[in-house]
């Protein structure tokens, strides 16, 4: 069965820093692109970064350049988002995301076929 679980989120100040973590089974990741979302209340799932199948390219919202690293661990089949000088907008349950998406989809979340089921981030004081 393949599954993909998030985990790291939770409450912090803002200009504080999170590492989320995303625990591939029954699938390799290094067989797919993969991608971080997020989705804030009221609002639609939006694009936050993702790291293409092959090679070691990336690409980042451009709300989150700079601030968030995107990240994988074949040897360990996980996917890191590692979130700095996190801001009050950043609130939102992140979501991972594995799927084939060619260079023009990679930010379109109906290019992804699996998902986790997400983790909750709080930017508050």
């Known amino acids: 069965q393949e599954q993909l679980v998030e985990s790291g989120g939770g409450l912090v100040q803002p200009g504080g820093s999170l590492k989320l973590s995303c625990v591939a089974s029954?699938?390799?990741?290094?067989?797919?692109?993969t991608a971080w979302f997020r989705q804030a209340p009221g609002k639609e799932r939006e694009f936050v970064a993702a790291r293409r199948q092959s090679g070691a390219n990336t690409y980042y919202a451009t709300a989150v350049e700079g601030r968030f690293t995107i990240s994988r661990d074949n040897a360990r089949n996980t996917l890191t988002l590692q979130m700095n000088n996190l801001k009050p907008d950043d609130t939102a349950v992140y979501y991972c995301?594995?799927?084939?998406?060619?260079?023009?989809?990679?930010?379109?979340?109906?290019?992804?076929?699996?998902w986790g089921q997400g983790t909750q981030v709080t930017v508050s004081s």
């Open positions: 029954g699938l390799s990741l290094r067989d797919y692109g």
């Open positions: 995301a594995a799927g084939r998406p060619i260079l023009s989809t990679l930010r379109r979340a109906d290019a992804y076929t699996r």
